[in-house]
């Protein structure tokens, strides 16, 4: 039977991981899979257990974005490349939506062993790898500060900009950023750096064709408004897909500066750091993850090679 290394984080999705853990395990040994089980969370050290596996072994991780983000981050470290597999059991589940994982779960098992690899970049964030959005300002701290049934950025925000009674009640960040040879400096109530079709369930806009594989992430940047009309109207255009505010500003790069005293990140849902002066690159091609074999009457996946790229 071939090794498989089966990483849970049990309280995800409301637990629903550990209510099909049964299942699944039942599952992957039909396959002719022998899964070792480790229960973890998003902040727990798996060095030794990423260290052991073999280059023939199998990896498959199961819980929220924060999941994936602990993966590519241990792998980082200790210099491997091992493809993920990946069962989304979260609450919004933004990295499967943008890499196209289906929705079932027997499809998504027979995913996450699949030959078929969807190569992607990743960004980094003073040392520290993230899968898809560093973000920075108002609401960011929510998905790793509240309980989970809250854990919606965006849906959080449209509840608390609705109860919003004035302005003072959000808090504005000065910051000086610089992207490439353009330096923009404002007060921000929110930043994103993403690589992602879908952020907390909502797509970034700007204009620009999201790729995860060309070496580039795009910038979102909320300014400060000043009346609390402004501040719905910045909700409305984001939520609504329309690039009708000014105070939103986009940007697409392969680096990025942030200089603030004391800017808290958080990275994949999970808190990053804080910093004075912050420093994001992106790394191409940085990890894999199994995807279903691509579909090409729908025009899906292209191959290329043993990989499919986005």
């Not at 199998?58 to 993920?84: H, Q, W, Y």
């Not at 062993?113 to 973000?135: I, P, T």
């Not at 620009?208 to 408004?225: N, S």
Request: glycine fraction near 10%.
């Amino acid at each position: 039977m071939k090794n498989l290394l089966y990483i849970c984080n049990p309280v995800s999705g409301r637990g629903r991981a550990k209510e099909r853990l049964s299942d699944i395990i039942s599952f992957y040994n039909d396959l002719g899979f022998a899964p070792r089980v480790v229960m973890t969370a998003p902040h727990r050290d798996i060095t030794g257990e990423i260290a052991e596996l073999s280059d023939d072994d199998f990896l498959v991780c199961s819980g929220g974005d924060g999941m994936v983000n602990l993966m590519i981050e241990t792998m980082a470290k200790l210099g491997r490349d091992i493809p993920i597999g990946y069962i989304p059991m979260g609450t919004t589940n933004d990295f499967s939506k943008s890499i196209g994982l289906p929705k079932e779960l027997e499809a998504l098992l027979k995913a996450s062993v699949s030959e078929h690899k969807l190569r992607l970049d990743a960004g980094e964030l003073m040392g520290r790898r993230f899968a898809y959005v560093a973000g920075f300002g108002n609401f960011t701290d929510i998905s790793y500060k509240t309980p989970r049934v809250t854990k919606n950025l965006l849906g959080y925000l449209a509840y608390v900009l609705e109860g919003a009674k004035s302005i003072s009640d959000i808090r504005p960040f000065h910051v000086r950023v610089s992207v490439g040879d353009e330096l923009l400096e404002a007060d921000y109530i929110l930043g994103l750096v993403t690589n992602s079709t879908s952020v907390a369930g909502v797509r970034p806009l700007g204009g620009f064709e999201t790729k995860l594989d060309d070496g580039l992430m795009e910038l979102v940047l909320i300014k400060m408004p000043k009346k609390l009309s402004e501040l719905r109207e910045i909700l409305g255009s984001y939520l609504s897909q329309e690039q009708g505010s000014e105070l939103i500003e986009y940007r697409q790069g392969r680096s990025f500066s942030f200089e603030s005293p004391k800017l808290a990140w958080t990275l994949d849902g999970e808190f990053g750091g804080c910093y004075d002066r912050t420093d994001i690159r992106v790394i191409p091609s940085a990890f894999s993850v199994r995807v279903p074999e691509p579909d090409v009457k729908s025009g899906g996946y292209k191959q290329k090679g043993g990989e499919i790229h986005a």
